[in-house]
């Protein structure tokens, strides 16, 4: 009909670049290249705090919801790796707050070799609280992909409840200008790509441990409100454009994990990403971060953005599901990085003389990029299809659900 037609196309909302070009620059040079970068060691180790007080709310622990105690399945239930005691953090026997499900563990095999010599420097858009290496731990982030993990209930409602009203503090059917929709729509994106990445790799049948695509849920969270298809798409494009904007920076970066040939693919690899001529051809600049922070009120606005993004980067310690929690760290950070990136300063050789990311910051960075490039890449190839789908068995008529997207977003998702 004409109004799928016409629904994702021209120009992504305050980007510079649109829907179809982006769709082709993800399938033929982003997604492939990003696949591949992900996987090498130097991107395939992330280092995080997973246990941790929740700053907002001291007297709900991550262990008080029913049913969250790992210990209580059988033994049986649980990988060999799962059982090894861990390097830090908790006792092996104590309880975790993964709502039964094994699935949410944590999986901690790695090369504890890896990245050594963390240098620490200050990211005024992120919570400072994850300096403390003495604390923290390496993840192997292909042992543990965004999936469904059944942390369900009001401890997840209230964190995305706590981050909505974070990034939007004024009332959501008020006209805003840019700079006021700048961390909604980002939140909104983020908030998408993760529910379809719930939605893609989902527990369809506990007793047979069978995994699937669950459409029908994937639909219900995002596909049939397009403001949130058109957020993810814009959180693809700001991200993108953080990417480029610091290519010369990841270019000279060092990649250096102790293997001269990963080495050497990892720092190809982020050449070959950076410098793809279709991608500095068809869509040089994905958002324009120049405009923004302008007039009498752009540094007001601007502070009060940062401090917003501190308190969203501090949420993520009040995650009850480990998983989630790493996820929910790693993207935030990633979000955080390119917000430091973009409006550190706006021009380019001033950046790339005084921009300086941790180890950690480019890591999360290339990792969110995949992940978005990997739910872009779902929407353009089954989106469509799967909307006709559910709208012919529902008689469902979609300029109603745009409206109430427009309400409140998401306020009864859960992060899963």
Known sequence: C??????????????????????LLNEEVLYPSLQELVKTPFFRYFKVKL?????????????????????????????????????????????????????ATVDRTLDHRAFRGWKVTDNPWTNDDETDNAEMTYVNLQLNPERYTGYTGPSARRIWDAVYSESLSTDPSEELCQEERLLYKLISGLHSSISIHIAADYLLNEDTNSWGENLTLMYDRVLRYPERVGNLYFTYLFVLRAVTKTARYLEQAEYDIGNPTEDL?????????????????????????????????GPELKQKTQEQFRNISALMDCVGCEKCRLWGKLQVLGLGTALKILFSD?????????????????????NLLNRLSESVKFVHEKGAALERTMEQQSGFFPIANVLLAKVWPFSSSLLR
């Not at 004409?2 to 769709?23: F, H, M, P, S």
């Not at 990988?79 to 094994?102: H, I, M, T, V």
């Not at 706006?346 to 890591?363: C, H, S, V």
Request: proline share 9%; glycine share 4%.
């Open 51 to 103: 246990w941790c007080d929740c700053p907002f709310w001291p007297d709900d622990g991550m262990c008080k919801l029913r049913d969250c105690s790992v210990c209580e399945c059988p033994d049986n239930e649980f990988p060999e790796l799962f059982k090894r005691p861990f390097r830090r953090g908790l006792p092996s026997d104590a309880p975790k707050c993964q709502e039964g499900k094994p699935e």
């Open 2 to 23: 004409l109004w799928r037609a016409q629904k994702y196309t021209g120009i992504v909302e305050d980007c510079c670049c649109n829907y179809e070009t982006a769709n």
């Open 265 to 297: 693919k990892a720092h190809s690899l982020i050449k070959q990403l950076l410098y793809n001529p279709k991608l500095q051809a068809a869509c040089p600049l994905p958002f324009d971060e120049a405009k923004l922070w302008k007039g009498q009120r």
């Open 346 to 366: 706006n021009g380019e050789d001033k950046i790339f003389r005084t921009l300086q990311l941790q180890r950690n910051e480019a890591i999360a960075l290339i």
